[in-house]
């Protein structure tokens, strides 16, 4: 199980997912105010190790009893781990979204730049709009 990252430390993409960066090894998931937004989740679609994604490509989906959402990369890279654990416990995106609710590890290209991320002022702003 992974330790809960601080979501003050986190970049955040337009679409809802969060990065933390170690050492070029992306580790993504969706935050909180996604999942409450999504509500009584009920699938999630999880890539290939291996697969190469593009930032912003859709690299899996996660239903809820409301909607289909895509899961977007928000870097470019390899992924070289998903959390199969999840997709079996989704009630972790509920307690744990920024830890246990981990979603893919990537393998960040050498020349990536994470310039189209959010940090956690600018997301939540964004949050704020989007729900007026």
Same mark, same amino acid.
């Given at each position: 199980?992974?330790?809960?990252?601080?979501?003050?430390?986190?970049?955040?993409?337009?679409?809802?997912?969060?990065?933390?960066?170690?050492?070029?090894?992306?580790?993504?998931?969706? /935050?909180?105010? *996604? $999942?409450?937004? &999504?509500?009584?989740? +009920?699938?999630? =679609?999880?890539?290939? %190790?291996?697969?190469? !994604? #593009?930032?912003?490509?859709?690299?899996?989906?996660?239903? /809820?009893?409301? *909607? $289909?959402?895509? &899961?977007?990369?928000? +870097?470019?890279? =390899?992924?070289?781990? %998903?959390?199969?654990? !999840? #997709?079996?416990?989704?009630?972790?995106?509920?307690?744990?979204?920024?830890? *246990?609710?981990?979603?893919?590890?990537?393998? +960040?290209?050498?020349?990536?730049?994470?310039?189209?991320?959010?940090?956690?002022?600018?997301?939540?702003?964004?949050?704020?709009?989007?729900?007026?």
């Amino acid at each position: 199980m992974s330790a809960s990252r601080d979501p003050n430390q986190l970049k955040y993409a337009k679409t809802h997912e969060w990065v933390a960066l170690d050492e070029g090894i992306a580790t993504v998931g969706i /935050s909180a105010f *996604a $999942v409450e937004a &999504l509500t009584d989740l +009920v699938y999630m =679609e999880l890539p290939e %190790v291996g697969r190469q !994604l #593009a930032a912003g490509e859709a690299f899996g989906e996660i239903e /809820s009893v409301k *909607a $289909v959402s895509d &899961l977007y990369s928000p +870097v470019s890279g =390899e992924v070289i781990a %998903v959390n199969e654990d !999840l #997709a079996a416990h989704l009630e972790r995106l509920n307690s744990d979204p920024y830890g *246990a609710g981990w979603i893919v590890r990537i393998r +960040v290209n050498a020349d990536e730049k994470l310039a189209g991320l959010m940090d956690r002022k600018a997301y939540e702003k964004q949050c704020a709009e989007a729900e007026h």
